[in-house]
């Protein structure tokens, strides 16, 4: 069968990285969660003290870094790793959510992902989630699906998520940051967030697993 890409973009805590996971295991597909690439670049920045106004530096930050995804099979997902070492769970953090989106907004870090992400989905056969996927990294995507759900119901899923990994944050300080993070990354000027043309979209607020995964299943079996 033919193999095409998936590109789900949107903003976060929609349930994309969940829903793309599942598609990809259903699929057969390789899947890339390009947020993840930022949240490492951010979690180096932060480790090496990097001053986020000075290029020279974050240039040569950027030569340093080196991400790679691996399978871990008690997840059923991959795991990223930061220079040989694995950073899942430290990458999903509130102080790295705090930074991310200043971090993407720098257009040679951006340059340097994007580069990244297409060679990753270069033989195609991929479910990429992220914000620009489908515009920019992927604008030939066969797929294309922009999630979309409610503030609240996004910061409860969040919180939640959190929770199970041992982090209690206040409500109101997660949806803080959401839509923070969502000015910040629908106004920057490099690859903003914003629903391509040709994508359809998907509002999850009152959406189960399933029937999101069976959407994305549906959109793509459309086109294979
Ligand atoms: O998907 P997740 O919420 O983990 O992404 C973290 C942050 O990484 C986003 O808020 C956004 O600032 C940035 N990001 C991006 N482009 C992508 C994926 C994520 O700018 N393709």
């Not at 920057?188 to 995964?213: H, I, K, N, W, Y």
């Amino acid at each position: 069968m033919k193999k095409i890409i998936i590109a789900l973009d949107g903003y976060s805590s929609c349930g994309k990285s969940t829903t793309a996971k599942r598609v990809a295991a259903q699929l057969g597909y390789a899947f890339i969660d390009t947020g993840a690439m930022y949240r490492a670049v951010s979690l180096y920045f932060h480790e090496h003290h990097i001053s986020l106004t000075n290029p020279k530096e974050i240039e040569k930050a950027l030569s340093e870094i080196h991400i790679s995804f691996q399978f871990n099979e008690h997840r059923g997902a991959s795991d990223v790793y930061l220079n040989g070492l694995n950073v899942e769970d430290e990458i999903r953090k509130m102080y790295i959510s705090q930074m991310v989106s200043e971090v993407s907004a720098i257009t040679i870090v951006r340059k340097a992902m994007v580069a990244q992400q297409q060679k990753m989905g270069k033989s195609r056969g991929v479910v990429m989630d992220g914000r620009d996927i489908g515009t920019k990294v992927f604008p030939d995507a066969e797929v294309k699906v922009f999630m979309t759900a409610d503030p609240v119901i996004r910061a409860e899923r969040r919180q939640l998520e959190l929770l199970q990994k041992g982090e209690m944050i206040d409500l109101e300080e997660i949806l803080e940051n959401l839509k923070k993070r969502d000015i910040i990354d629908s106004t920057r000027e490099e690859g903003p967030l914003v629903q391509a043309e040709d994508a359809t979209l998907m509002d999850t607020s009152f959406m189960t697993l399933e029937e999101q995964v069976d959407f994305v299943i549906q959109l793509h079996d459309a086109k294979v």
